[in-house]
């Protein structure tokens, strides 16, 4: 039960979500997998032999994926890219343990002087160190991730610790799981040379994932930033103009904001080893898009397949018209090794 407790404990320290660049290591709210890319770019429920899925809540650990290892590369617009790998293992004592790297690159940059003239190139880059444990008691499983995070840009550097917090419900033996998560609870420990401490991109999220008895389908729904109700946002310079000639100014909807908490998914299952996803990110889709131009912004699509001891998921995912990501995951569980030589 210490596990539950330190959960408890940590809930207190939430504070106020912090959206649209308002955050320090905004990096922390990318998707680490393609299985999570797509189905809406996040997931508290989804349980999988993925060990980067408790990077989306740490009491997605499960027995599945024991000793199995994940490397995920996604490329971003330009020179963006960013590389996540995991490992899952059980202790008989301590619980199910995961230890993760996320590592984002942003290509090279070149400075200048007050006359425009080029000194020389720097680098800007982030990334997050993460450790996760996780407890089941009964239809319960509690876990905790702490992550030390670091921005660096030019060879300036923050430093921060974010921990996860999360509970799994899973009633019967049925495709049905219910997750709470809280991600991103934390403190900026050291902030760029002559900034101020910013906070971190706090997000609580509850979700679940149903398959229906007898089809081939799986379902996820994520209700994200739980913590503040208000997470839209209206230009102030974007206007139109009725047909008196009086200028119209966009107002907020509520139907709209409650939209942009939800994130859908659905996954068609073909077999053991293979199935196909898609998902939708309603707040995505509408801070993306462009000027009466969605793009399919907010869409992801997405397949799984199994070769072998190897599984490989593969999603693309739309970020507006201008450009779109790829993302790919290579996972393999290791402990067939063990039971050869046994």
């Known amino acids: 039960m210490k596990h539950l407790s330190a959960f408890l404990l940590l809930l207190p320290f939430a504070a106020q979500a912090q959206l649209g660049g308002r955050a320090a290591f905004p990096f922390l709210e990318l998707p680490p997998s393609a299985q999570v890319a797509a189905l809406g770019g996040m997931t508290a429920s989804t349980r999988s032999s993925d060990p980067t899925q408790f990077f989306a809540n740490p009491a997605l650990l499960n027995a599945d994926m024991d000793h199995a290892a994940a ?69 319960f499983t509690f876990g905790l991730t702490g992550k030390l995070v670091v921005s660096g840009i030019a060879g300036n550097r923050a430093v921060g610790f974010a921990g996860d917090a999360g509970v799994l419900y899973k009633p019967n033996e049925q495709d049905f799981t219910v997750g709470l998560v809280m991600k ?46 208000d997470i839209q946002y209206l230009d102030p310079n974007s206007s139109t103009t009725n047909a008196n000639g009086d200028t119209v100014r966009a ?57 072998s001891q190897f599984q490989l998921d593969y999603t693309y995912a739309t970020l507006q018209a201008a450009g779109s990501s790829n993302y790919f995951t290579l996972s393999r569980r290791f402990d067939s090794f063990s039971k050869k030589k046994e």
């Open 251 to 307: 107002k907020k909807n509520f139907g709209d904001n409650l939209a942009r908490h939800l994130t859908v998914g659905a996954e068609l299952l073909l077999g053991k080893g293979l199935s196909l996803r898609m998902g939708y990110n309603h707040l995505q889709a509408r801070e993306l898009r462009l000027d009466n131009v969605g793009g399919g912004a907010g869409f992801s699509f997405g397949a799984m397949v199994k070769i």
């Open 71 to 139: 490397v995920s590369y996604v490329s971003y617009v330009t020179d963006i890219k960013q590389s996540t790998a995991a490992y899952a293992f059980n202790t008989q004592k301590s619980g199910r343990f995961g230890l993760g790297l996320t590592y984002l690159n942003y290509g090279s940059f070149d400075s200048y002087d007050a006359a425009g003239n080029v000194l020389s190139t720097f680098s800007v880059n982030e990334y997050a160190l993460a450790a996760a444990d996780s407890y089941t008691k009964g239809k």
């Open 184 to 229: 991103n609870a934390g403190y900026m420990l050291k902030p760029y040379t002559a900034a101020a401490r910013e906070p971190l991109p706090l997000d609580v999220q509850l979700g679940t994932t149903i398959k229906p008895e007898h089809m081939p389908l799986r379902f996820t729904f994520t209700a994200h930033h739980l913590q503040q109700w």
